[in-house]
Nanobody, 123 residues
Framework: QVQLVESGGGLVQTGGSLRLSCAAS????????MGWFRQAPGKEREFVAA????????EYADSVKGRFTIRRDNAKNTVFLQMNSLKPEDTAVYYC????????????????WGQGTQVTVSS
């Protein structure tokens, strides 16, 4: 079992930055592939970024490439999502997730989910 707790969301203006954190605990959390997803009102949950257990492999949605960076600190069992140049369309609840594989970009591949943190970008 892996427990995930997100933090760092908030309200920011267009062009601003936020850093989300996901604290993981439980068995083998440091050996799990991790990812960030987001869900806007009335829309399906969508992939944002993913990272392998050792940080050697990362994947990004096209909509965030060049603006968002995912990284992890296994010594602290924490995954981060640095979000720069934020746009109103980035407004959503952001979820951290974990899985047992190497890298994953779709929701059904993930086993564990956090409760989400709200990110609102004002225009």
């Amino acid at each position: 079992q892996v427990q995930l707790v997100e933090s760092g969301g908030g309200l920011v203006q267009t062009g601003g930055s936020l850093r989300l954190s996901c604290a993981a605990s439980g068995r083998t959390s440091s050996s799990s592939g991790m990812g960030w997803f987001r869900q806007a009102p009335g829309k399906e949950r969508e992939f944002v970024a993913a990272i392998s257990w050792n940080g050697g492999i990362t994947e990004y949605a096209d909509s965030v490439k060049g603006r968002f960076t995912i990284r992890r600190d296994n010594a602290k069992n924490t995954v981060f999502l640095q979000m720069n140049s934020l746009k109103p369309e980035d407004t959503a609840v952001y979820y951290c997730a974990a899985h047992r594989g190497v890298i994953a970009t779709v929701t059904y591949q993930y086993t564990y989910w956090g409760q989400g943190t709200q990110v609102t970008v004002s225009s």
